[in-house]
């Protein structure tokens, strides 16, 4: 059975319930016309007009119901197909010698039926129907003659031909309703597909515009709105919006030559390099023309070449190992000797120092160059701040300064991160704040607190009450190799913010009103267990 609210049903039933006062009004007709407009016999004339009447009034009724009747659809069609075949028997009866066409007009009402009914049922009344026609030929109920072998034969072909109609609109209406489910699964398809494209567009670094042959601008995605200029929504005249673009356009239209120039369509937008291409080929009613920013293009090639020097920084200093290993051991066995003086034991403590130093830079490095992929867990931001704090005292000599922990969030701050990494971007935050976060002459103070940001978002921060980092500065402590420190690698905020992102999290620079520095680490949110970043690291 289909379903209430399938559209081919409805249409189906509204048809038959149509038909149903066609034929009512063809039995009234019948029933009431004149006798000199040759009317078939009527053996009971106040029956037969009685009969047509209360069908049509039941035709009505139906009519009126058809709405309502989709909630119990097989229900509704059973019993009027039950009076539709009672009534043309009984018709037959009043009327016959009008059966024959009486009898074609109940073939529709088994046909229609059936389109909607499971074929067992509408079988079993094309039965009752073939019951009725040869039941009423056996009763002998036509006029002054008993049942002969002529109405025999019709009543049996007449039942014939309804299993056969019936049995035709059941199939081909389960053909029609599947081939219409299936033009409806490939419309949604289409226009699911429609949608992602229009969405892929939309959310392309590239932009992309459709022109007319009229100059004018029938789609644009963001970025090429951006990079136009963020135009109104009214403006699609092309020559007006960037009239350099509009002249290539038409150079190219006009010679098949491409100006590959970089040009900047609107003030304070980045350069791009214009492309066109036509929907068709020698069809110029619509050119694509796509706008590749040249900002994009060079930040690619910085992290190519970044890439590239990092894979050579690497083997340099996997190379610088071992003889910087020989010089520190050879210092430590020259710092040994009992015969040299306090100027040589002080260039054997230089040498040291720079010993020590270079294979932080070295390690540093490796350790960039090697850095293994994160394995994110759920992390209670609270408990796991207060064991780093703990673990971070017991195995470090912090002497007079101090360090705190504060998670007093009413309910547990839990984000995703892989807790090893997360160790070393804490460590790296809480050794700079202990080295420069402190006043002169004064004892350091710094506090890890763990809270619940805006929108759910976890933070971890490392608060200092120090002396700040001026802005200038602070717009470069995390590239690479930057340290205002003699002794400094310039590599540790470096490291710190390369581990964040590679935990989905965002590490920033936040100044303290009064003083001092807070580096603020926004993490993933876990929901339930592993969230859709943890997801994707662990897939």
């Known amino acids: 059975m289909q379903s209430a609210g399938s559209a081919a049903v409805r249409h ?83 009327m016959y010698d009008a059966r024959i066409g009486i009898a074609m007009m109940l073939a529709v009402n088994l046909s229609a039926g059936a389109l909607i009914l499971p074929l067992r049922l509408s079988s079993f009344f094309a039965a009752l129907a073939t019951l009725g026609i040869l039941g009423h030929t056996f009763l002998g109920t036509s006029p002054g003659s008993s049942p002969g072998d002529r109405d025999l034969m019709e009543g049996a072909l007449f039942g014939l031909a309804y299993f056969a109609t019936t049995t035709l609109c059941h199939v081909l209406g389960r ?19 429609a949608q992602v494209s229009e969405l892929i567009i939309r959310r392309m670094k590239t932009g992309v515009l459709l022109v007319d042959d009229a100059n004018r601008i029938h789609q644009i995605n963001e970025s090429a709105w951006m990079l136009m200029g963020n135009p109104g929504a009214d403006q699609r005249d092309l020559g007006q919006l960037a009239p350099e673009l509009s002249r290539r356009l038409y150079h190219w239209m006009t010679s098949g030559k491409l100006d590959e120039t970089a040009t900047q369509l609107a003030d304070g937008v980045p350069e791009v390099v214009p492309r066109f291409t036509r929907l068709a080929p020698n069809d110029d009613s619509h050119v694509l023309i796509f706008l590749d920013d040249t900002s994009l293009l060079s930040r690619r090639a910085e992290e190519l070449t970044l890439t590239s020097l990092g894979r050579l920084s690497a083997s340099i200093a996997h190379e610088i190992r071992n003889p910087l290993a020989a010089i520190r051991y050879s210092a430590q066995l020259l710092a040994e000797s009992k015969s040299m003086d306090g100027t040589d034991q002080r260039m054997v403590e230089i040498i040291n120092n720079h010993c020590i130093r270079l294979n932080e830079i070295i390690e540093n490095i490796l350790q960039l160059s090697r850095r293994e992929r994160s394995r994110p867990e759920s992390l209670d931001l609270g408990n796991w701040a207060q064991d780093f704090v703990t673990e971070y005292s017991e195995g470090n000599d912090l002497g007079a300064d101090t360090l705190r922990v504060i998670a007093n969030s009413p309910t547990p701050v839990t984000a995703v991160a892989d807790p090893q990494q997360l160790q070393q971007v ?16 004064e004892p350091a103070r710094v506090l890890v607190v763990a809270r619940q940001g805006e929108h759910g978002a976890p933070i971890l921060e490392v608060i200092d009450r120090g002396p700040g980092i001026v802005p200038k500065v602070a717009a470069q402590i995390f590239e690479p190799f930057y ?52 997801d994707a690291a662990t897939a």
Request: charged content about 15%; some cysteine; proline content about 2%.
């Open 175 to 193: 053909q029609l309703r599947a081939t219409e489910a299936l033009a409806e699964q490939r419309s949604t398809d289409l226009a699911n597909m």
């Open 426 to 441: 804490l460590w790296n935050l809480v050794q700079n704040a202990l080295r420069y976060g402190r006043m002169p002459g």
């Open 483 to 534: 340290t205002t420190h003699e002794y400094g690698t310039g590599l540790g905020l470096y490291l710190a913010r390369q581990m964040s992102e590679a935990n989905q999290a965002a590490l920033e620079y936040v100044r303290v009103a009064g003083g001092g520095s807070c580096f603020r680490l926004t993490l993933t949110p876990a929901h339930g267990g592993l969230s859709v970043a943890e």
């Open 12 to 94: 189906e039933l509204s048809f038959l319930n149509v038909f149903r006062i066609v034929q009512a009004l063809v039995y009234v007709g019948l029933a009431f016309s004149p006798a000199w407009l040759g009317r078939p016999h009527l053996g009971a004339a106040d029956f037969a007009r009685g009969v047509a009447v209360l069908y049509l009034l039941f035709a009505l009724i139906m009519l009126l119901l058809n709405r309502r009747s989709m909630a119990y659809v097989t229900m509704a069609v059973s019993a009027s197909l039950v009076v539709d075949i009672v009534a043309a028997v009984l018709a037959i009866t009043a």
